[in-house]
């Protein structure tokens, strides 16, 4: 019993470490795409597989999946513990909890559940912005983040809903 346990810790593990290897490569591939509405705005697809470690593992498998991709990220391309990562993990978490609670209320598909994480991680950059700037001004913008954040939401919702279909075929 043992080994099966060990096994499908290592498993679990692995797979893990593989989606977050994914999600980076799809952060850097966003970086490689033109800036064409506003600079720093990108469509969030390493999202899409933050969504798919939601529906396919626990809370905590998937907070830890997290962690790792923001650190990950971090270190390859806004440094440790500088501004871009403390807006970067505020509105990271805050998505993350605002997707937990939205799918396990049963009210929203998938493509919903990322809409509303969308919606959190823009909010939450916008707090951790304006706490560090200390001032408000950036509250402005809300809303237009917030229109970007339906398209870009679904986008990634429904490539999350692909992936999870897919998931469970090969899981089978």
Same mark, same amino acid.
């Given at each position: 019993?043992?080994?099966?346990?060990?096994?499908?810790?290592?498993?679990?593990?692995?797979?893990?470490?593989?989606?977050?290897?994914?999600?980076?490569?799809?952060? =850097?591939?966003?970086?490689?795409?033109?800036?064409?509405?506003?600079?720093?705005?990108?469509?969030?697809?390493?999202?899409?597989?933050?969504?798919?470690?939601?529906?396919?593992?626990?809370?905590?498998?998937?907070?830890?999946?997290?962690?790792?991709?923001?650190?990950?990220?971090?270190?390859?391309?806004?440094?440790?513990?500088?501004?871009? =990562?403390?807006?970067?993990?505020?509105?990271?978490?805050?998505?993350?909890?605002?997707?937990?609670?939205?799918?396990?209320?049963?009210?929203?598909?998938?493509?919903?559940?990322?809409?509303?994480?969308?919606?959190?991680?823009?909010?939450? /950059?916008?707090?951790?912005?304006?706490?560090?700037?200390?001032?408000?001004?950036?509250?402005?913008?809300?809303?237009?983040?917030?229109?970007?954040?339906?398209?870009?939401?679904?986008?990634?919702?429904?490539?999350? /809903?692909?992936?999870?279909?897919?998931?469970?075929?090969?899981?089978?």
């Amino acid at each position: 019993m043992t080994t099966t346990l060990f096994y499908n810790k290592t498993k679990t593990l692995t797979i893990l470490a593989l989606l977050a290897a994914a999600a980076v490569a799809l952060r =850097f591939a966003e970086g490689l795409l033109p800036v064409t509405i506003a600079p720093g705005l990108k469509p969030g697809l390493a999202n899409s597989v933050t969504l798919l470690c939601l529906y396919l593992f626990p809370l905590r498998q998937t907070v830890l999946y997290l962690a790792v991709r923001v650190m990950l990220t971090a270190l390859l391309f806004t440094g440790l513990f500088t501004p871009a =990562f403390c807006i970067g993990t505020t509105g990271a978490v805050l998505s993350l909890a605002v997707m937990y609670a939205a799918k396990r209320s049963n009210v929203f598909s998938l493509p919903g559940v990322s809409v509303a994480g969308a919606c959190a991680h823009n909010l939450g /950059q916008l707090i951790a912005a304006c706490l560090l700037m200390q001032s408000t001004a950036l509250f402005s913008l809300l809303p237009f983040l917030i229109a970007l954040s339906i398209p870009f939401g679904l986008l990634t919702g429904f490539i999350a /809903q692909r992936l999870l279909r897919l998931a469970k075929i090969n899981a089978v």
